[in-house]
């Protein structure tokens, strides 16, 4: 069983800063890319950010400059560090992982989510 878990969502003034951590736990061979999605009430899923094994990075328009992921290849970690957070963040952020497990095949897996809430 591959679980991906994230934490590190809150309420954050406008302005501020937040880092988002997801770490993938169970029987993993290897992960591809990693990333983070969000969705916004009344809004279609979006991604916001990705990450490769190798390092390569993918961002959305609106928030490029202002986040950046990371990830510990060794650890099955992958991070958003979030700054100068505008309101219309606001969403559910979620991340994503193109797992290959020990044994079974290659899959795209979910976590729960996180809420993370920019308001004054």
């Known amino acids: 069983q591959v679980q991906l878990v994230e934490s590190g969502g809150g309420l954050v003034r406008p302005g501020g800063s937040l880092r988002l951590s997801c770490a993938a736990t169970g029987s993993i061979f290897t992960i591809y890319v990693m990333g983070w999605y969000r969705q916004a009430p009344g809004k279609q899923r979006e991604l916001v950010a990705t990450i490769t094994s190798g390092g390569s990075t993918n961002y959305a328009d609106s928030v490029k400059g202002r986040f950046t992921i990371s990830r510990n290849i060794a650890e099955n970690t992958v991070d958003l560090q979030m700054n100068s957070l505008k309101p219309e963040v606001t969403a559910v952020y979620c991340c994503?992982?193109?797992?290959?497990?020990?044994?079974?095949?290659?899959?795209?897996?979910w976590g729960q989510g996180t809420q993370v809430t920019v308001s004054s």
């Open positions: 994503n992982a193109d797992i290959v497990r020990l044994s079974g095949p290659e899959e795209w897996c």
